[in-house]
C-alpha cells in the first residue's frame, strides 16, 4: 500500500508541471515519438526535454521503446486511470463516469504501450491471464478460452455471442504471449481487421512489471480496440493484490449480462 501512494504521488508530482503536461498532449496527439520531435515542440534544450521524460516516465506515464536505433515515447494511460478509479469514478454519477472514459487519449495511432506493477508473481500473474474464470472477472466479464499453444486459436464470448477473437502467435510463460486480435462485437470494429496485442512478464523484487503493446494498428483505428487497456490493467491489478473487482459501469454491464448468460447454459 505504501508502494501505491508512493507512485500515485509521482502521478501528481508529473503532472503538476505544465511543460510535462504539454509533453503528455503531444504524445496523445501522435504516440511514439522520438527526442528530437519533441524537442522541435517546445521552447527548450534538448536536456530540459530529456530531463521532464525522465520524471514522466519515473511515474509511469511514458514508457519508451527501442525501435532500431531509435528511442520512441508513448503515452502510458494506466497511471491515470488509477486515479481515476481511486479518485473519480467513486464520487461520480454512472453517467458521468462513462463519459470520462480515457479511451479519447488512444486515438490516431499505430501503436499503443500499456504498463504497470502488479505486486504478485510471474506464474500468478500468467495464470491470471489465461484461466478463464480468472480473465473474465477484470476482462469486461468476457469468457476467454483456448488451449493457450503457439499456433492455437483463442476467442472471448460476451452474452452469448463471440464478441473477439484470434491466434495464439507466441507462448512463453510465464514471460510473454503474443496474439492476434480481432473485434467483432459490432460492425464498426469488425471493418478494422486484425491487430497485435503482445503481453510481456518481467519480475522486478516481490512484485512483476506487465506491459501490453497494442500494435499493428490502422491509423486512425476505432479506439474501442484499444481503449478499454487501461481499465482492463487496473482490474488485474486490482483482483491479484486485493481478491477484489472493479465497480466501473463498463465491468458491470458485462459481467452481468455474462452472469446472466452463464446462469441460462448451466
Request: with cysteine; net charge neutral.
Amino acid at each position: 500500500m505504501v508502494t501505491y501512494f508512493r507512485r500515485m504521488d509521482a502521478v501528481f508530482r508529473a503532472l503538476a508541471d505544465p511543460t510535462r503536461r504539454r509533453l503528455l498532449d503531444e504524445l496523445f496527439k501522435e504516440d511514439g515519438q522520438t527526442l528530437s520531435a519533441l524537442e522541435e515542440r517546445l521552447p527548450m534544450t534538448r536536456f530540459g526535454v530529456m530531463k521532464h521524460l525522465k520524471l514522466l516516465e519515473e511515474a509511469g506515464l511514458v514508457v519508451s521503446k527501442r525501435r532500431g536505433r531509435e528511442k520512441l515515447h508513448f503515452l502510458n494511460a494506466v497511471p491515470i486511470r488509477l486515479v481515476h478509479d481511486r479518485w473519480v469514478s467513486k464520487y461520480a454519477e454512472a453517467w458521468a463516469a462513462e463519459l470520462s472514459e480515457l479511451k479519447r487519449e488512444l486515438e490516431k495511432t499505430m501503436e499503443k504501450v500499456f504498463e504497470i506493477y502488479i505486486k504478485t508473481t510471474p506464474e500468478r500473474l500468467w495464470h491470471a491471464i489465461t484461466d478463464t474464470d480468472m480473465r473474465r472477472k477484470y476482462n469486461f466479464g468476457a469468457i476467454v478460452t483456448s488451449d493457450w499453444t503457439p499456433g492455437s486459436r483463442f476467442e472471448g464470448s460476451g452474452n452469448g455471442s463471440l464478441i473477439f477473437e484470434g491466434e495464439n502467435l507466441e507462448v512463453d510463460p510465464p514471460r510473454r504471449l503474443v496474439q492476434s486480435f480481432r473485434a467483432l462485437w459490432g460492425e464498426d470494429v469488425k471493418s478494422e481487421g486484425a491487430s497485435r496485442v503482445t503481453w510481456e512478464i518481467e519480475a522486478i523484487g516481490d512484485s512483476c512489471r506487465l506491459t501490453v503493446t497494442h500494435d499493428q494498428l490502422r491509423e486512425g483505428a476505432n479506439n474501442q480496440l484499444y481503449g478499454g487497456w487501461p481499465m482492463v490493467l487496473s482490474g488485474i491489478k486490482t483482483l491479484l493484490e486485493s481478491g477484489e473487482l472493479l465497480t466501473t459501469p463498463g465491468s458491470l454491464r458485462w459481467m452481468q449480462g455474462n452472469d446472466q448468460y452463464l446462469s441460462e447454459i448451466r
